[in-house]
C-alpha cells in the first residue's frame, strides 16, 4: 500500500473530557512499529466499556483518548516481526490479546494472556510506550490496546483476530467483545446438556449471548431473568421461552427457579454485574450436577457469601473473561459459526449510523435502548 511506513492523516472521534461528547478531529496516525499492524476500520460498535470509561467515574481517567473495541477492519500495514498478517487481511480487533507465548496463551485452558491481557488505564503502546496518535504533535491516548474509533488504528499484531474475507465485517464486527463473551460463557463454560434447563441473569447484550449460546446447545427450557421487563419480548428471539422478574414475587429468585424446574436449573450464566444476581445465579442450580457460571463485572467491594453447604451438594460455581476464548485462535471459528448460520448475529443489530454521529450511539446506549448501534466509518 502507498501509505505503508508514512504517517495517515485520518478522522478519529476524540474523548477530550470524561462525560463530554466525542468530537470528530482530524488525527496523525503514526506507522505500525515492531509486533505491531496498522488496520483501517470500517465498522465499529459501542459497547458498556467504552461508556465506563468514558464518564471515568471512580475509574483512573487517561485523557484525551479515543475509544472503542468492537470492530471489524482491514489491516493496511503491518511492523517489523509480523509474520502471520499481511495487508488486505480482514479483521476484528479484541480488547485482550494472545501472545501465543505465554503459560496461559501455552496452556489450553486459560485465555488469560500474561502479556496482552486487558489493561484499562494504559493509553500507550506496549512495545515503546508510546501514542501512535496525535494532533498537531500533542499525543492522544489509546483504549485497551484498540482504539476503534478511528478510521486507522495501530494495534498489537496479539490483539488482532484474523478471520474469514468472506464475511461481512458490517455484521461480525459484534463478535469482538460481548457478544462473544456471553456466548462463550454459555458454550465453553457452562456446558448445557442438550435438553437442559438453563437460567440467564440479565437479558442487556451479554445475558442475549449467553442465551444464544444455550439455544445452539440445544437447551430445552431457557428461563431470562431481569429486574426490567422490557427486555423479555426481545429475549424470545434469542431463544428464552420463560422468564421472572425478580420484583413480582416476595420469595427469592433461588425458590422461585427451585419451584418451576423440580429442584433447580441444570445450569445458570450470570450477566448483570449486580453481586445479589451472582449468589442468587449460584443458589438455584441444582444440587448433584448444577453448574453456574459469573460473567458480570462486580462493583470494588462486593463479596460473595454464601453457605459452604451448596458446594458440598455439588454445586459448582465458574467465572469466565471473554467467554474463555483464545482471540486469535478462537475468534475466527466464532465467524464460523455466524457463516454456517449456527449462530444468528443479525438480531443483535438495531440501529446503524454514520461515524459523523457517533454521540447517538452514547444516548442510545444511555437510553437502554436497542442492544448494539453499528457506527459505520465511511458513511
Ligand atoms: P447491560 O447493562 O446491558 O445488561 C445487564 C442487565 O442486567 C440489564 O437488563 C439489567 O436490568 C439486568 N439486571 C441488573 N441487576 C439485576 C438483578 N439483580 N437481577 C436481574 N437482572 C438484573 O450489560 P451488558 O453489556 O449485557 O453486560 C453485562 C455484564 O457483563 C456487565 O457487568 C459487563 O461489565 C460484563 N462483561 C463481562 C465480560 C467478561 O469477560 N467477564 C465481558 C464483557 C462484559
Ligand atoms: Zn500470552
Redesign the pocket.
Known sequence: MATAGKVIKCKAAVAWEAGKPLSIEEVEVAPPQAMEVRVKILFTSL???DVYFWEAKGQTPVFPRIFGHEAGGIVESVGEGVTDLAPGDHVLPVFTGECKECPHCKSAESNMCDLLRINTDRGVMIGDGQSRFSINGKPIFHFVGTSTFSEYTVMHVGCVAKINPEAPLDKVCVLS??IS??LGATINVAKPPKGSTVAI???????LAAAEGARISGASRIIG????PN?FEEARKFGCTEFIN?KDHDKPVQQVLAEMTNGGVDRSVE????I??MV?AFECVHDGWGVAVL???PQKDAEFKTHPMNFLNERTLKG????NYKPRTDLPNVVEMYMKKELEVEKFITHSIPFSEINTAFDLMHKGEGIRCIIRMNN
Do not use: E, S
Not at 450477566?271 to 449486580?274: A, E, L, R, S
Open positions: 459497547c458498556h466499556t467483545c460481548g463473551t456471553g441473569f440479565g437479558l442487556g447484550a451479554v445475558g431473568i431481569d429486574l426490567n427486555r425478580p450477566c448483570t454485574g449486580n445479589n444476581a442468587q460473567v458480570g463485572v469466565t473473561f471473554f467467554g
